[in-house]
């Protein structure tokens, strides 16, 4: 069993480490912020299908009334957590993928010195949709450098390292076989020269 020491090793070691992640920016088709109602837990999520976006909206009593296609897109969310006044905000400010990641940048903008605000708990939150893909997503919050991967985002990192791991480890056993083939037949070559042919004046 590959372990994830053994994967990371894998990871820092291999082809990836030459990888230079040319990355593209990833339009966000919709999006919205504003606050759950009531206190909650803070977060990121990558929901990948109607089913994890029905009961997402049941546990954050949220109601978004959009259509998402699921065939074709997804949707990132970031909760903030409870703030113990109104007029704080959660913004996606960038989305970039690469051949391995989605990685997601996105701040909490806080009440303005002179903004009036309300004595009130308040959940921000936004919710994007963008395009579906395969890669992970990770989440990053601007200026402070913190790197936030949900749970089922980790495991799909987990299963994406093993199989790169596997294929590598499949490269390189093909590669050595080419490697002996071509040593064998060298050696042949070798044994089985014809003799030089001398040509005379």
Avoid: C
């Avoid at 903004?115 to 402070?144: C, D, H, M, W």
């Avoid at 980790?154 to 994406?160: A, D, E, H, S, V």
Wanted: proline share 6%; glycine share 4%; no cysteine.
């Amino acid at each position: 069993m590959v372990t994830f020491a053994a994967l990371l090793t894998l990871h820092t070691s291999s082809a990836w480490a030459a990888s230079t992640f040319i990355s593209k920016a990833v339009e966000q088709n919709s999006s919205a912020h504003g606050d759950l109602p009531g206190p909650g837990a803070n977060g990121v999520h990558a929901i990948r299908s109607a089913e994890q976006w029905q009961k997402f909206q049941s546990a954050q009593r949220l109601n978004w009334p959009i259509t998402v296609d699921f065939n074709r897109d997804m949707i990132v969310v970031v909760l903030l957590g409870t703030r113990n006044t109104s007029g704080y905000k959660a913004q996606i400010s960038d989305i970039r993928v690469t051949d391995w990641v989605v990685e997601v940048t996105y701040s909490e903008i806080p009440p303005q010195a002179n903004q009036t605000v309300s004595q009130a708990l308040t959940n921000p939150y936004v919710v994007s949709v963008i395009a579906q893909s395969p890669a992970p997503v990770v989440f990053s919050k601007e200026n402070f450098g913190a790197h936030e991967l949900p749970y089922d985002e980790y495991t799909r990192m987990i299963r994406q390292i093993s199989e790169m791991s596997y294929q590598l480890e499949d490269e390189r056993r093909k590669n050595a076989i080419s490697q002996g083939r071509i040593q064998d037949l060298t050696n042949l070559l070798t044994r089985t020269a014809p003799p030089p042919v001398h040509q005379h004046n």
